[in-house]
């Protein structure tokens, strides 16, 4: 047992008394064993759980060592009180921070910004010193909790704050549709569309117990208890009992489906049921149709869109020819809107300007103002601008092409007005014009009569003004025939027979007789002249070459008139 007598060496007689004592313990024939607090011991408990361990120095009997000897460590649920303030100092005490005057912290470790000049040297605005805390954080979790501290009502502002912004939002969308309508540039589908999902969203909490039904649910495992959606309503009806008709509409109990309608026959307004294909065509199906029409209908015509390959390329694409459709019928809506404008639009200004007024006019037969006041429409322009002195504006005058102010007949814009003795030099400008114009046309009159071209005639059969039979009749033609002979002699000799050193200042040869060209010799370069646009030109060369062939046949030329081509 545990004693203080288990921890020495004992004798044999020792050990016999002890084991004897034991026994006796046991069977109730003595005392139980007492502890350090006077609690007796159970003699039955064995000596391997009784005995204390060695380390433990225990010298009274005991059972301590196998109770909960260690303190539960726990964390108490309380956190730094942030913000605290302990005590407000008015002047700076030695050891405080030298930036704000708080005791609570060094210099280096100040949060508040550097000051110009510190709290130790201005002695003004001490910082309050703050509450300091100091928490033994024990247990693992304790010192690892990223929540501790933390405020759990922060977050219902937060989540009332949220609502409110919902609702806001909500709002300003409903606003933003109405506008749109009112507009014209949205259906009223799309806006009633928009508005029952904004009304479909219900509070999470009121969605929570919707068609719950707490039920005891068979499992492999015996059963639970657990939560289970109610699949209907009981005030609905059931869908085979809709009509009664055996030839109505087919119900598939498997699926509990009924696809077409069974009463096709009654008012839409009086049916509650319409068919499961009804549902089929209502929400975003139409969409998705279009979606998949459109995938088809371009995959067809060569672009690789594929519905079932590239679902979101094929959604963008489809997205992108909406915008580019609708924006095809806007520009055209609004091209027929600027040619034939708008007759449900507000009249601009420029039309109320003409239409009809309060103010009483009067006028004579030739249309000259008799009573009140004319009110004329304005232009988007600026008028009845007087600058520079002028009285009137510019463009108010006109006279020979010109535009000009009619206070001092100025045609030149922004110069500065003289008024009356403006346009008495203008007049005086333009008679004094007029004057010289009429000596000046007067004087070219007098020196064409004296001059000495008069009577004096071109040579225009020099220079083919006459016709072919004309100049033939003028003509001589031994001197043609001689002038023929000279031109060719000078193709033939080319410029090696000319030196210009010897030719004279006006002549075009080295000759003096050559100086002044006479018809005859215009008719012989007229003859010779090469006429490349000629389209039988080529065929007097060739029947050329071919006499010259025939000539130097007998010397072996060998050249044809063709300079060596050949034609094709």
């Known amino acids: 047992m545990a004693s203080a007598g288990g921890r020495k060496m004992l004798s044999a007689e020792e050990r016999r008394r002890q084991r004897e004592l034991e026994e006796a313990r046991k069977a109730g024939l003595a005392p139980a064993e007492l502890d350090e607090e006077g609690n007796e011991i159970n003699p039955h408990i064995p000596a ?5 361990p ?32 302990v005590f407000q100092a008015h002047k700076y005490r030695k050891g405080a921070c030298e930036n704000c005057g708080s005791m609570s912290h060094k210099t280096k470790d100040c949060m508040e910004r550097p000051r110009t000049k510190g709290a130790r040297w201005t002695n003004k605005n001490i910082a309050a010193d703050e509450k300091v805390e100091d928490f033994q954080l024990r247990t693992f979790d304790a010192k690892r909790d990223r929540w501790n501290g933390y405020n759990p009502e922060e977050w219902v502002k937060q989540a009332e704050r949220f609502e409110k912004v919902e609702q806001m939002r909500a709002e300003v969308r409903r606003k933003e549709l109405l506008e749109r309508k009112l507009k014209g540039e949205v259906e009223d589908e799309e806006v009633e569309g928009e508005m029952g999902k ?47 008709d055996v030839n109505s509409a087919y119900y598939d109990p498997k699926s509990r489906s009924m696809r077409e309608d069974p009463n096709p026959e009654k008012d839409p307004s009086q049916k509650t049921f319409y068919g499961d294909n009804f549902v ?42 909406k915008q580019r459709k ?65 009285t009137a504006v510019w463009g108010s005058w006109w006279q020979d092409g010109q535009w000009g102010y009619a206070c001092c007949h100025s045609t030149v814009k922004q110069s500065y007005c003289v008024g009356a003795a403006g346009a008495a030099a203008a007049a005086e400008s333009a008679e004094q014009l007029a004057a010289n114009m009429a000596n000046k046309a007067a004087e070219d009159e007098e020196r064409r009569k004296n001059s000495k071209l008069i009577g004096h005639k071109p040579a225009a059969d020099v220079w083919g003004d006459l016709s072919d039979e004309q100049l033939g009749q003028q003509l001589d033609q031994q001197k043609v025939l001689e002038a023929l002979k000279r031109q060719e002699e000078r193709e ?3 410029d090696a027979g000319r030196d210009d050193r010897k030719r004279g200042y006006n002549s075009l040869g080295g000759d003096a007789e050559a ?26 060369k060739k029947k050329k070459g071919e006499a010259e062939e025939g000539d130097g046949a007998a010397n072996g030329a060998g050249v044809s008139g063709t300079g060596g081509y050949d034609y094709v």
């Open 515 to 540: 100086a002044e060209v006479t018809p005859e010799e215009m008719e012989a370069y007229r003859l010779k002249k090469n006429r490349g646009l000629d389209p039988l030109d080529f065929i007097n």
């Open 492 to 494: 033939r000799n080319g």
């Open 326 to 390: 609708k924006a095809l019928e806007g520009a055209s809506k609004a091209d027929i809107l600027a040619k034939y404008g708008n007759a449900a639009a507000a009249p601009t200004d420029d039309v109320k300007a003409l239409q009809a007024t309060e103010a009483y006019a009067e006028y004579d037969a030739a249309g000259r103002l008799l009573r009140g006041q004319e009110v004329k429409a304005k232009s988007r322009y600026e008028e009845d601008v007087l600058i520079n002195n002028h």
């Open 54 to 85: 060695w380390y433990l120095n225990s010298d009274q009997p005991s059972l301590k060592h196998q109770r909960k000897w260690k303190e539960d460590v726990t964390d108490e649920m309380r956190w730094y009180d942030r913000g605290a303030k």
């Open 198 to 244: 904004e009304e479909a969203k219900i509070d999470e909490t009121e969605d929570a117990g919707f068609a719950k039904v707490e039920k005891r649910v068979r499992t492999a495992g015996g059963g639970s208890t657990g939560s289970v959606r109610n699949l209907r309503i009981r005030e609905d009806t059931a869908k085979y009992l809709l009509n009664l």
């Open 280 to 321: 089929r065509q209502s929400g975003e199906v139409a969409g998705f149709k279009d979606l998949n029409v459109f995938a088809i209908t371009t995959h067809e015509r060569g672009q690789d869109v594929h519905m079932q390959a590239m679902p979101s390329q094929a959604e963008l694409s489809f997205q992108q020819f």
């Open 48 to 52: 391997f759980m009784a005995d204390a």
